[in-house]
């Protein structure tokens, strides 16, 4: 069973703050993704990444930067937060491309924005 | 673009009842997208319920069925006797099945609430 891990499980901060959320797998698998959920829309791609050192933009990535350091740990990071980033975090990994594929989700992240 | 639309906010089930969430996609990129159903239960992440990458097949888990409709553009979500473990959040997605860059489009999730 594929293991994706986050932490924090919940984080509080204030406008202008700097977050970083933090997403492991266990796995091995090629991609990562970091979505956002909010009330009245589904999942939002945020950013994803196939390797380590690699990162592809997603949907909505304004106000967001990610790193892949390593096959395991991706990152997201919110450098300038804004109340507008209060959201629900998931992590996701895939061993290849959503083709036939399966994406295993960690827990959540919970962040608020003061 | 693509999208998915499913039945929307809360639906409320009496134990024991049967269950149906409406699902349909428009999908303009590619004929026939791989479906899915994820769940997250309380505290969880997301978890895939059950995928059908074959128009006119069915797929099922845990009690759940799902059929790809490709005449209607639909995928419900089915089950015949729902328990209040059953209580979640449902997610109807598809899979635009292009290459590397391919993605999933989710739908806004239906939060199921069984009552004993």
């Known amino acids: 069973e594929a293991a994706v891990t986050q932490s924090p499980r919940n984080k509080v901060t204030v406008t202008g703050g700097n977050v970083t959320l933090s997403c492991r797998q266990t796995?091995?698998?090629?991609?990562m993704y970091w979505y956002r959920q909010d009330t009245g829309h589904g999942l939002r791609l945020i950013h994803y990444?196939?390797?380590?050192?690699?990162?592809q933009i997603g949907d909505v990535p304004d106000g967001y930067k990610a790193t892949r350091t390593t096959q395991e740990d991706f990152f997201l990071l919110l450098e300038l937060a804004s109340p507008s980033q209060t959201s629900l975090y998931f992590c996701?990994?895939?061993?290849?491309?959503?083709?036939?594929?399966?994406?295993?989700f960690g827990p959540g992240t919970r962040l608020l924005v003061l | 673009g693509d999208s998915v639309t499913q039945t929307e906010g809360q639906v409320t089930v009496s134990e024991s009842k049967s269950l149906i969430i409406n699902c349909t996609y428009s999908?303009?990129?590619?004929?026939?997208?791989?479906l899915f159903w994820y769940v997250r239960y309380p505290g969880e992440g997301l978890q895939l319920l059950l995928k059908?990458?074959?128009a006119g097949q069915k797929g099922s888990s845990r009690g759940f069925e799902a059929t790809y409709n490709k005449e209607t553009t639909s995928f419900h979500l089915q089950k015949a006797s729902v328990q209040e473990s059953d209580s979640a959040v449902y997610y109807c997605?598809?899979?635009?099945?292009?290459?590397?860059?391919?993605?999933?489009?989710w739908g806004l999730g239906t939060s199921l609430v069984v009552n004993p």
């Open positions: 996701a990994s895939s061993p290849y491309r959503v083709n036939q594929d399966t994406q295993y």
């Open positions: 796995n091995s698998h090629n991609y």
């Open positions: 990444s196939y390797g380590a050192g690699n990162l």
């Open positions: 999908a303009t990129s590619i004929a026939y997208p791989n």
């Open positions: 059908v990458i074959t």
């Open positions: 997605a598809l899979s635009d099945n292009v290459g590397d860059n391919s993605k999933l489009i």
